[in-house]
């Protein structure tokens, strides 16, 4: 069974950084690209970015709304994918998913609140 | 960057059938964006129903379908249940950026 466990949320202040996790097990994690979603409070989805397999350079890509304050990064030993956010805005609070396998897995979510 | 379009809202009747679409602002949209289809549910995660265009999850009702309509992606549900109530969001490849639509609050009364 696919399992995607996202941790490392909580309330952060304006300006500071915070670095989500997500566990996985259940697929051959290597093998596949690793992406990260949003949702703000009663708002829609967005994504926010996404890491490719090793095989394929593990190159990475970001929605424009992220892009210099945010990093995705792997660790293909311990399953983990890694969300880092730096610069944080108010309008970064969102509950956090990862995806995997594509986006045919999701976790739970993790709650990600920023205030002044 | 794209933008993706779905229906705000849409009703259909408990046995009846409803397509929901998503459009894209570059064009038709094809196979080569890999659509997907979540349902998400009121304090729930989103879980996928169809992805790549038209393959169903192990978990997805056999009520539920995919396919390039009209230019656009479509989720057809036939014979709506009370349980399908629920918001709809699909997805979109352009390389390696994805887009979301807005979604689709499907209420089934």
């Known amino acids: 069974e696919v399992q995607l466990v996202e941790s490392g949320g909580g309330l952060v202040q304006t300006g500071r950084s915070l670095r989500l996790s997500c566990t996985a097990s259940g697929f051959a994690f290597g093998d596949f690209p690793m992406s990260w979603v949003r949702q703000a409070p009663g708002k829609g989805l967005e994504w926010v970015g996404f890491i490719g397999s090793k095989g394929y350079g593990g190159t990475t890509e970001y929605a424009a709304s992220v892009k210099g304050r945010f990093s995705i990064s792997r660790d293909d030993s311990n399953n983990i994918a890694y969300l880092q956010m730096n610069s944080l805005k108010i309008e970064d609070t969102a509950v956090y998913y990862c995806?995997?396998?594509?986006?045919?897995?999701w976790g739970q979510g993790t709650l990600v609140t920023v205030s002044s | 960057q794209a933008v993706v379009t779905q229906e705000a809202s849409l009703t259909v009747s408990p046995g009846g059938t409803v397509t929901l679409t998503c459009g894209s602002s570059?064009?038709?949209?094809?196979?080569?964006?890999?659509p997907y289809w979540f349902q998400q549910r009121p304090g729930q995660a989103p879980r996928t129903v169809i992805y790549d265009t038209n393959y169903k999850r192990s978990w997805t009702p056999a009520r539920f379908s995919g396919s390039l309509l009209g230019g656009k992606a479509a989720l057809t549900l036939s014979g709506a249940q009370p349980e399908d109530e629920a918001e709809y969001y699909c997805?979109?490849?352009?390389?390696?950026?994805?887009?979301f639509g807005g979604g689709t609050k499907l209420t089934v009364l």
């Open positions: 997805l979109l490849y352009y390389g390696f950026v994805r887009v």
């Open positions: 995806t995997g396998e594509w986006e045919r897995n």
């Open positions: 570059t064009g038709v949209v094809t196979s080569g964006h890999y």
